[in-house]
């Protein structure tokens, strides 16, 4: 494994220990990217749930500058290899009539040859990994295959940021609920009301104290806990 790979890994394990937020991974492995493919300078785009395209990280701003003219206008590599979940490059700017906003934009600020490698997720497309070069001509096999590397890293971070965040929600919700049965309890026992007249009592406070009902539960635990 180069060097460059080896420290597009410990960006990920980085993450996965939570020692990088997922904005600054994605940026790293955007930095990542450009030399370990010979680019110059590299974006990010992902989708979001209702297919729209936004450059989520880059190594250099006019990156995102660039990549506006293919939002803008519909067209481009990068959307051309979310869209087909293959490799695009584009060889030559000057000559690109696939493109043509993109290319001008491209042309625009020096860049004269990309190269858009697909992030998959199983058989569904989140985005792409854009590398943008000074020079012209094609993108050689090693470039490609570590581009497509580093995207398929990339996708593993943002998938494990959704699983993350999934689970600290369910956690968070288990733990809620657990705190609400309590008060319950506690509500039963002072009053010998029912259970569910025990949760009619403890939404009705929160309702009219405009207060969370975890908070409620909370508070009323607590109090019994330390009179206890």
Not at 72 to 96: F, V, W
Not at 163 to 180: F, Y
Not at 198 to 217: C, D, Y
């Amino acid at each position: 494994m180069s060097d460059h790979l080896a420290r597009a890994a410990r960006v990920v394990h980085q993450f996965t220990a939570r020692g990088l937020g997922l904005g600054d991974a994605l940026t790293e492995l955007c930095e990542v990217s450009v030399p370990a493919t010979g680019a110059d300078m590299a974006g990010m785009t992902l989708t979001d749930e209702y297919g729209r395209a936004r450059t989520r990280a880059f190594t250099k701003h006019m990156v995102t500058d660039i990549e506006e003219a293919q939002y803008a206008s519909g067209r481009g590599p990068c959307l051309e290899a979310a869209r087909t979940h293959a490799a695009c490059e584009m060889q030559n700017a000057a000559g690109e009539e696939r493109w043509p906003e993109f290319a001008e934009r491209a042309a625009g600020y020096g860049i004269c040859s990309t190269l858009s490698v697909p992030m998959l997720l199983g058989d569904r497309s989140v985005g792409a990994l854009n590398l943008y070069r000074h020079a012209d001509g094609p993108w050689d096999q090693t470039s490609a295959e570590n581009a497509q590397l580093i995207a398929d890293l990339s996708v593993a971070v943002a998938e494990f940021s959704q699983v993350s965040a999934l689970a600290d929600n369910l956690s968070k919700a288990l733990e809620s609920r657990g705190v609400i049965e309590q008060a319950k309890g506690v509500v039963m026992a002072t009053t010998g009301v029912d259970a569910d007249s025990a949760f009619g009592v403890l939404r009705q406070q929160s309702q009219s104290e405009n207060r969370k009902l975890r908070e409620i539960a909370e508070e009323l635990v607590g109090r019994q806990r330390r009179e206890q």
